[in-house]
């Protein structure tokens, strides 16, 4: 039986070195740079609804049951469209002397065209 010589490619090995050498320079480059979390603007984000936080715990369905009810009290605090009186979750709406209204009723009722207006 033949004997197999392994052979080390010195200079394979040295470009594998230098091929680690740069991936871990370079995430600690990534790491380095990244900006910390400013926990002030994380929780302003979360106030606003900006940015969700589904809690989980190992109970499924009451995580579902808790997430269900906060998002129906957020839906409470938003205006409601006069029209649909549906909160309105869009990030505009439409207050016509006073009367609030979604996009949609707004251009619905509200929205002509110039050319049946001119005479
Ligand atoms: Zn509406």
Same mark, same amino acid.
């Given at each position: 039986? !033949?004997? $197999? ?9 040295? $470009?594998?070195? @230098?091929?680690?050498?740069?991936? @871990? @320079? ?14 002030? !603007? ?5 106030? !606003? ?26 839906? $409470? ?34 929205? !002509? ?7």
């Amino acid at each position: 039986m !033949k004997k $197999k010589k392994i052979r080390l490619r010195w200079d394979n090995i040295f $470009k594998d070195i @230098v091929g680690i050498l740069v991936i @871990v @320079v370079v995430l600690w480059a990534v790491y380095a740079t990244s900006e910390p979390i400013d926990e002030s !603007k994380a929780n302003n984000l979360i106030e !606003k609804g900006v940015v969700e936080v589904f809690t989980r715990t190992d109970d499924p369905v009451a995580d579902f049951h808790r997430d269900d009810a906060e998002k129906t009290e957020a839906l $409470k605090k938003l205006p409601k469209c006069s029209y649909c009186d549906e909160p309105i979750q869009d990030s505009y709406l439409f207050d016509i002397e006073g009367t609030l209204y979604c996009e949609e009723h707004a251009k619905e009722l509200f929205q !002509k065209r110039v050319e049946d207006y001119i005479y």
